[in-house]
């Protein structure tokens, strides 16, 4: 061993013991004819003072940034302790010392306020895990990975591995692929989940199994997707919805526990996908906030149980709200005071084409009870007041309204919510709170090929009240422009997301185990009998030998160490990255291989012109 | 929940209770107007008794071998108990019951004893997997990490993920790789094993890493190989070898106890790997029986510190041992007594082409003291009492001889005391004896290329005596024939194997750290710059920055649970294993892809004629 204790060790109690550290000089402080050097590990850091009787030697053996180097003397209690720092108290007399390695000059120092950019940090990864800020990402990663074992097991969960090279079933994300030499001409494909291996050892009884697994997925990467991620993947037997919810209920709230010293105690508030939308515009709601949206007018066919209140900003001639399909309100607040400026600023942010609206309406709550908007010469003081009401605006707030098509506007709703929400300073990263969102739509219309695919995947299965709506009709959609009219459209899902924050950090369903369903279910997604049987013949075939009921649910582990970490950023919390190119830069992969690999997986290159 | 209990949880003390259980039927027994049926989970087996009133309901719903069902009751005594079963005191009085999925009739016997075949198992492998000596191989695999996870936490390892999606740097075996669409032309390779990250997180400052991950190797399956396997991958700064073994004795001790309930408390003994060869003739020794190698002829420079004691079988005119290079002896305990017959085929056993011997010797040691070969008429007793004294051979002993050239000859002695082993049933599954292999060679002779080759890897670190030794020599093998008399070919490394039972459970080795001694390390395997550069430039960048010293080992994580299972198979110990030909054969996997992968990826097949 190269030392006796690490460099976060040492405390007064240990003073005038010997001791040899090893680690990295992290700086080096020359006063007069003694030289003090902080000497770095992954447990702290410790001052070395190396006295004049040293001198010759240091200028023989000159130390540097980020040197490696072993120390040997006396702990000392310090004149000028530093109150900040565990081993504050105590410095090491050195008697002799040994440079390990040296180092040159790092691009960028290794300190949390690093003046090194992105692209810097990135290629040297190995200096950037150096800095405390990034070791303590993936030291969290590593207690929430622990806590979630450790609650598994004593559910009695089993961990049990599943292959990584499969079959390629491309249905809806794309697969990486792998020539497989042995067998010219057929590929592997890496797993974009273990889906239909979990369901494979529900069928064989290890009725509670759980991975935490990479995951793959050759997707153009978006910020903050990678395309190798890891989930936290479990799957249960004889089990119903609410038996899945308070298991992992249960789950999060130990992490919360063990991870961040907190105690989630709080009931988890349950929503349905439908009363999400309609409340947040968003699938995924940040619920640290209230903020809702207020839903002025709406198609009937989308929320059919919802009480119509278009009277409120009808009939005054204001025709942009008269030919909307939807109009969305949301009180902010504390807002009215906001300036001209601001208010142009936000009315340019709805209209970047991401947004794409075309203008917004504001409602002034003035501190007196007075109202101001910007369709005043439409509207009344008095139809203001009704419009205050139904948003639950105070005085003092300030009502933004958004016209247009429903799809749109519901989301450029939920999206300045997000946005003044961020700037008011509401999204504070160490408040957290939970959500459920359950019951949504088992189908998802796809424009292009005008059919159905599955929203979550086609395992799921639909509301058992809504199984019978899926035998009797017919998938296929005459009238494009009516899919929402489709009995499909309806059809609700026994599926169920874990929001944290704004994000979904889980997601999971109760699977379909009757053959017949299954088979059901593939048809709908435009399967047919024959690409059936290629790509889950296995499934069914499992199906015909006692297959119990079913289901679970899916972490994504990155995301969920980044929120616990107070960040949004997944790639801080990985240790070795990919950027959006899907490039490692650091090892430079992927990269071109060998004529002789080609030749051995009786492949070739066909580059596009 | 669709249960109150498991299937392995009452017991007498429930008598009178109200129970839901569900499982699978294991069997159906009917007596008269009753029906007994055997209900299995996970967790054990329940008997349930289906009275008379149920009949009706039981022939409207007929139960079959495999069906899934749930049944609600009440826990009564049974009248005739069975000892074997945990809940064999206990049945439950069905008073409802519902099928939850039917099964048609199982291809084999979900039994320990099942009547299917290898092929059928694998192809229902789902089926296979429910039966209880499957089901504990794989509940012993989740303990074994469990185990392993447990103990490095206490030792301040962290788990962290390295990539999946790397470099192709093939070195040794083959690369798995994966052409990227995003990057066209250019391929991921799936990792052989995280070693350079590893190294990377040592360079980073992360000084106790471990991961059980799964890794990759593109090779022809040999037997009992699988083209992803799982190791314990661990890596720590700071140390030198004795750090490292004590560190995984203490892991392999604790797996004991945690999973085998075996206090495995003997000193876990060290052996060279030169001493290894020269007693077992085999780097891997079972050291659970003695039977050691008499070399009675070797070539000096192999063996260059061993007493000749060729003497004993010289100057008499056998040809065969005086024109052989080498000349091994085993006494094989009892075997004196062995037939005409026996010998025959032990002989013909040697001679097989895997062997490849041209015959073999015997002195057979009459328990009355005299001596009887098949070589009398050129050895007196006298020399035979001699050579037998040289064998540590005992009154009832047999010594069997081979003679030839020294790799073969010696591979052969080592294989025929396996073989005979296994006969005399010394290799008992439920023994356990470890060992420590050290001091391998660093390198080893590529004939075919005429060059080096690195025995472990190209990171594995010279003994700190033999550094001089490859930095003066130049590594070019000027005579082919002589390549054992070159510098290069009595190099140590800084290597150890960890061996159970004669089989390689872990290997690893000190890493080399310093920039100069690595590209040495390249050069001598053959690499010029641009290819270190190119492969490994990211590591001999990371070794310009404070790279410390340190060091790792990995363990083949199937192998050591098989070993620990009392097997000798992998593939029961991997939930879903490949076959030898890298197929999985319940999903159909490796298969042919879509035209629009191709075309994505911008490949295309260049199949062979």
Chains 1, 2 share one sequence.
């Not at 190269?2 to 060790?9: D, I, K, S, V």
């Not at 990479?214 to 038996?243: G, S, Y």
């Not at 917004?360 to 509207?379: E, R």
């Not at 704004?502 to 024959?530: C, P, T, V, W």
Request: net charge negative; proline share 4%.
């Amino acid at each position: 061993m190269f030392r006796t204790h690490t460099c976060g060790e040492l405390r007064i109690e240990d003073k005038g013991n010997k001791t040899t550290l090893s680690g990295w000089v992290q700086t080096i402080r020359k006063f007069g004819s003694i030289t003090f050097v902080d000497l770095r590990d992954r447990y702290g850091m410790t001052q070395l003072l190396f006295s004049e009787e040293l001198n010759t030697i240091l200028e023989q053996n000159p130390l540097g940034r980020e040197f490696v180097i072993q120390a040997t003397g006396t702990v000392n209690e310090r004149s000028n302790k530093n109150p900040q720092l565990p081993t504050g108290d105590i410095e090491i007399l050195v008697t002799e010392f040994t440079i390990l390695n040296k180092s040159i000059t790092p691009p960028f120092t290794i300190q949390d306020d690093t003046d090194g950019g992105d692209d810097l940090r990135m290629k040297y990864r190995f200096l950037d895990l150096r800095r405390q800020a990034v070791r303590q990402n993936l030291e969290l990663r590593y207690a929430v990975g622990r806590a979630t074992r450790n609650y598994l097991h004593d559910q009695q969960f089993l961990d049990i591995e599943t292959p990584f090279l499969i079959k390629s079933t491309p249905e809806g994300a794309r697969d990486f692929v792998v020539p497989s030499r042995m067998n010219p001409g057929q590929f592997y494909a890496l797993p974009q989940s273990p889906q239909t291996f979990k369901q494979l050892l529900m069928v064989s009884g290890y009725d509670r199994y759980y991975q935490i697994v990479k995951c793959f997925r050759d997707e153009d990467l978006r910020a903050d997707r990678q395309p190798e991620f890891t989930q936290i993947d479990c799957e249960m037997a004889f089990v119903e919805q609410e038996d899945i919810l308070n298991m992992f209920e249960g789950l999060i709230r130990h992490i919360f526990r063990e991870v961040k010293k907190i105690d989630y105690t709080e009931k988890i508030e349950r929503i349905t996908w439908s009363e999400a939308m309609w409340q947040y515009g968003n699938d995924k709601p940040d619920a640290r906030f209230e903020m809702k949206l207020c839903n002025l007018k709406f198609p009937a066919h989308v929320f059919n149980d919802k009480k119509d209140i278009s009277h409120l900003i009808s009939n005054v001639g204001f025709n942009v709200f008269d030919d909307a399909e939807t109009v969305i309100a949301i009180a902010f607040p504390g807002c009215a005071e906001f300036t001209r400026k601001q208010l142009d600023e936000l009315t340019e942010w709805v209209k970047r084409p991401q947004i794409g609206m075309k203008g917004m309406v504001n409602i002034k709550c003035n501190a007196d009870g007075s109202l101001k908007s910007s369709v005043d010469k439409f509207y009344t003081e008095e139809k203001l007041k009704a419009i205050a009401e139904a948003t639950h605006a105070k005085a003092g707030d300030l009502i933004l309204i958004l016209a247009g098509n429903e799809e749109k506007t519901r989301k450029a709703a939920s999206e300045l919510r997000l946005h003044l929400a961020q700037q008011l300073g509401f999204r504070k990263p160490e408040e957290f709170k939970l959500l459920w969102v359950l019951d949504f739509p088992l189908f998802e219309y796809a424009e292009e090929d005008n059919r159905w695919v599955a929203r979550h995947h086609p395992f799921t299965s639909p509301k058992p009240s809504d199984i019978q709506t899926m035998i009797d009709n017919n998938p296929v959609i005459e009238h494009a422009a009516d899919y929402l009219k489709h009995p499909y459209a309806s059809i609700k899902a026994n599926a169920y997301d874990m929001v944290l924050n704004g994000h979904e950090i889980g997601g999971g369903s109760i699977r379909i185990y009757q053959k017949e369903l299954q088979q059901k279910m593939f048809a709908a997604l435009g399967m047919d009998e024959d690409e059936q049987k290629h790509k889950f013949g296995f499934l069914l075939g499992a199906f015909e030998y006692g297959a119990p009921p079913h289901g679970g649910i899916a972490f994504g582990f990155d995301r969920l160490c980044a929120l616990l970490g107070g960040s949004e950023t997944i790639r801080d919390f990985i240790a070795f990255p990919k950027n959006n190119s899907g490039r490692d830069i650091m090892i430079d992969a992927p990269s071109t291989i060998d004529e002789k690999q080609f030749t051995e997986l009786q492949i070739k290159l066909n580059l596009n012109e």
